[in-house]
T-cell receptor
Framework: SQQGEEDPQALSIQEGENATMNCSYKTSINNLQWYRQNSGRGLVHLILIRSNEREKHSGRLRVTLDTSKKSSSLLITASRAADTASYFC??????????FGPGTRLSVLP | DADVTQTPRNRITKTGKRIMLECSQTKGHDRMYWYRQDPGLGLRLIYYSFDVKDINKGEISDGYSVSRQAQAKFSLSLESAIPNQTALYFCATGLGGSTDTQYFGPGTRLTVL
């Protein structure tokens, strides 16, 4: 498996529901970040969580990090159709570059 | 105006042709990156540069070369394009540091026939 790997690969929910996606990684990290990509466009940074943090919030986003399990989750609450996009986790490994996972495709149905 | 721009946005070319993709940034960042994206594989790093005199190979540099003409400009070249280089290419910039984040351009969709 890759350093950063999201789960599930695809997720379809109704507007108003919460969406949860997970990221697992293999080596120790400096921080972990989540990015969003609208179809065919550049990635946009959403949130960063440092290795010594366990939870972080930004608007409707909640990110958790469990370094003992080498995993992170991104929760989007009260989803909207405009949240439809692909979501990527990126791990910042000490002394190396970012490693992006393959992403989770989220579809929010109106 | 966009902080990170890429030209061209779309390009169709033939096998064996030399192609250059250009990236410019107004963010004042020292670090610049080139990634390619293929369906289901996420982003893979091709080359990166931490300043004008520092160029490094990434995960998949074979068949590619780069030039950092200035702090603001980082070009990616395909010396002899082949069909499996058909992909979406992204340029990104970053400041570096322990909380570095990346700022992406809009992408170049390249098709090699």
């Amino acid at each position: 498996s890759q350093q950063g790997e999201e789960d599930p690969q695809a997720l379809s929910i109704q507007e108003g529901e919460n969406a949860t996606m997970n990221c697992s990684y293999k080596t120790s990290i400096n921080n972990l970040q989540w990015y969003r990509q609208n179809s065919g466009r550049g990635l946009v940074h959403l949130i960063l969580i440092r290795s010594n943090e366990r939870e972080k919030h930004s608007g409707r986003l909640r990110v958790t990090l469990d370094t003992s399990k080498k995993s992170s989750s991104l929760l989007i609450t009260a989803s909207r159709a405009a949240d439809t996009a692909s979501y990527f986790c990126a791990t910042d490994v000490f002394g190396q570059n970012f490693v992006f996972g393959p992403g989770t495709r989220l579809s929010v149905l109106p | 105006d966009a902080d990170v721009t890429q030209t061209p946005r779309n390009r169709i070319t033939k096998t064996g042709k030399r192609i250059m993709l250009e990236c410019s940034q107004t963010k004042g960042h020292d670090r610049m990156y080139w990634y390619r994206q293929d369906p289901g594989l996420g982003l893979r790093l091709i080359y990166y540069s931490f300043d004008v005199k520092d160029i490094n190979k990434g995960e998949i540099s074979d068949g590619y070369s780069v030039s950092r003409q200035a702090q603001a400009k980082f070009s990616l070249s395909l010396e002899s394009a082949i069909p499996n280089q058909t992909a979406l290419y992204f340029c990104a910039t970053g400041l570096g540091g322990s909380t570095d984040t990346q700022y992406f351009g809009p992408g170049t969709r390249l098709t090699v026939l």
